[in-house]
């Protein structure tokens, strides 16, 4: 038994997103009905090696001409020499705009293989097997491609939707707890954004999810890829209302720079927790959400083993409130220089508030305990 949801806008083809358990076996005969042609499955090191064997079996089985490709795992994969790479790989495989690309993988892959499918040829069709948690509730879904350079994440991409995302839940069995955990705080921003039964079902029964119970994962999973395929729907390009799933990213992205994105130290989705719980606090300081909500929000990341506070992080007191500040100023959120915050007058009411004042935020970072 399988979920399938459709995601739909008036810019690009509609395309399912199927959530279920066992379905990389079941890939190919999903590829084929997409295809006739070849078929690159991209992938990284690490995946390749846990799930390569049962997708190329698939697709094989599905009588599919498949090669695998595969990058270095890691955020540096992210970067145009690795782009580079597998296009060139793609123009010695000779593939035509009939073949398609399977990104197989976490969001480093997903992205990756995501803007080279957008690049090559104008743009080939390519599939996102999302295989880990943070992917399959957030990246893999809503055609963000991109890559990194020296100057920050994700400035060079393009918006290309996929033409199909598969979640299988059995995939996220082989994750480590704390990728799964980060994975969790993405769900649980969801609720957070725009959905406060979920959030409650999330912080308690459903809070088995954050440690591995496959029922609860696949629940939080489908209602995710709800929210986000709804607001994808209506706002592909982030004019408006999909920047509220940005909750917590400006504060997290400022906090993952300066102390220099790297994951021993604060994953991306814990980054998230952090600036989720920043938010509300912020929030709250602006008289704009009562203090009993920013508790049950902040108690729902806690609860996960999430970080809420800055203390919680190695270092996180040698970060400098100003320093934060001009990040925040210089995400590629901020309009024109405008400083923009995704805020929130309560659980699931969350709210873009434009032109907030850098001065008033920098003291507020110092009582969070930034110097
Ligand atoms: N990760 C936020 C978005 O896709 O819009």
């Known amino acids: 038994m399988s979920t399938i949801l459709t995601v739909s806008g008036s810019g690009f083809l509609p395309y399912e997103v199927e959530v279920g358990r066992g379905l990389l076996a079941e890939l190919g005969a999903q ?54 790479r597998v296009i060139d790989r793609l123009l010695a495989y000779e593939l035509d705009r009939k073949d398609l690309v399977v990104a197989l993988g976490g969001g480093v892959v997903g992205d990756l293989a995501g803007l080279a499918a957008a690049l090559y040829m104008r743009g080939i069709d390519f599939i996102q097997v999302p295989t880990t948690l943070l992917a399959q509730v957030d990246s893999s879904v809503g055609g963000k491609t991109a890559i990194d350079t020296p100057r920050g994440k994700n400035l060079v991409g393009a918006f290309h939707q996929p033409r199909r995302v598969t979640a299988d839940i059995d995939v996220l069995a082989t994750l480590p707890a704390r990728q799964l955990r980060s994975g969790w705080a993405e769900v649980l921003k969801h609720g957070l954004v725009c959905d406060a039964p979920f959030f409650s079902w999330l912080a308690g029964e459903g809070a088995s999810g954050a440690t591995g119970d496959p029922a609860a994962l696949e629940r939080a999973v489908i209602r995710s890829v709800e929210i986000k395929s709804t607001i994808v729907g209506e706002d592909e390009r982030e004019a408006g209302r999909r920047a509220l799933l940005n909750l917590g990213h400006t504060f997290g992205h400022a906090l993952e720079a300066e102390l220099g994105f790297d994951e021993t130290v604060l994953t991306h989705g814990e980054a998230v927790a952090l600036g989720c719980a920043m938010a509300f606090r912020y929030s709250a300081e602006l008289n704009q959400c009562a203090a009993a909500e920013v508790d049950l929000a902040v108690a729902g990341l806690a609860a996960a083993g999430l970080p809420v506070r800055l203390s919680e992080i190695a270092g996180g007191e040698k970060v400098a409130a100003e320093a934060l500040v001009r990040r925040m100023a210089g995400d590629k959120k901020a309009e024109g220089g405008r400083l923009t915050l995704i805020l929130a007058r309560g659980i699931g009411q969350a709210f873009v508030e434009r032109d907030v004042d850098a001065g008033r935020l920098t003291e507020y970072l110092r009582t969070e305990g930034a110097r």
Do not use: M, N, Q, Y
């Open 31 to 84: 590829v084929a009905s997409l295809t006739r042609g070849r078929v690159v499955v991209i992938s990284d090191e690490t995946v390749a090696a846990l799930h390569g064997p049962t997708v190329l079996a698939s697709l094989d089985v599905a009588g599919l001409r498949t090669r695998i490709l595969t990058i270095p795992p890691g955020e540096a994969s992210k970067s145009f020499a690795e782009l580079e």
